[in-house]
């Protein structure tokens, strides 16, 4: 196993900023609605896990959930209809494969084959 203290690991760096792209890319592209709510949706929560795998590095869970989040946006473009949204859905197909390239690198890194903490317990709050 890496690195497995809070906030240094690149990977969920990375896709915390694929999420704040993906929440601000509708602001910057005129695209259609599907597009936009799938990104407004999608930005945030994916931002928001990427924070939390980086506060709490063992969990396994929260990389899994990146990673579901990665898939939807990639698949995104063709079960919400905006595939002739050219931009708008080489938007979702880049960011969403970033997204499940650099989740699964996490998962094989903490042996994610399970959901949890490998072993591991959440801190306790103070």
Same mark, same amino acid.
Do not use: K
């Given at each position: 196993?890496?690195?497995?203290?809070?906030?240094?690991?690149?990977?969920?760096?990375?896709?915390?900023?694929?999420?704040?792209?993906?929440?601000?890319?509708? %602001?910057? &592209?005129?695209?259609?609605?599907? +597009?936009?709510? #799938? @990104?407004? =949706?999608? *930005?945030? /929560?994916?931002? !928001?896990?990427?924070?939390?795998?980086?506060?709490?590095?063992?969990?396994?869970?929260?990389?899994?959930?990146?990673?579901?989040?990665?898939?939807?946006?990639?698949?995104?473009?063709?079960? %919400?209809? &905006?595939?002739?949204?050219?931009? +708008?859905?080489? #938007? @979702?197909? =880049?960011? *969403?494969? /970033?997204?499940? !390239?650099?989740?699964?690198?996490?998962?094989?890194?903490?042996?994610?084959?399970?959901?949890?903490?490998?072993?591991?317990?959440?801190?306790?709050?103070?």
């Amino acid at each position: 196993m890496r690195d497995v203290r809070p906030w240094v690991r690149g990977e969920d760096w990375v896709n915390l900023v694929a999420g704040v792209y993906m929440a601000i890319v509708p %602001l910057l &592209f005129a695209t259609v609605y599907a +597009a936009s709510a #799938n @990104a407004y =949706i999608m *930005g945030p /929560v994916i931002a !928001i896990l990427a924070l939390l795998a980086l506060a709490y590095p063992r969990v396994r869970t929260i990389e899994w959930l990146q990673l579901i989040a990665g898939i939807w946006l990639f698949i995104g473009p063709w079960t %919400l209809g &905006f595939t002739a949204t050219t931009q +708008a859905a080489w #938007n @979702a197909w =880049i960011v *969403g494969a /970033v997204v499940v !390239i650099f989740s699964a690198v996490r998962l094989v890194e903490l042996g994610g084959h399970s959901f949890g903490t490998g072993g591991t317990h959440l801190p306790h709050a103070a």
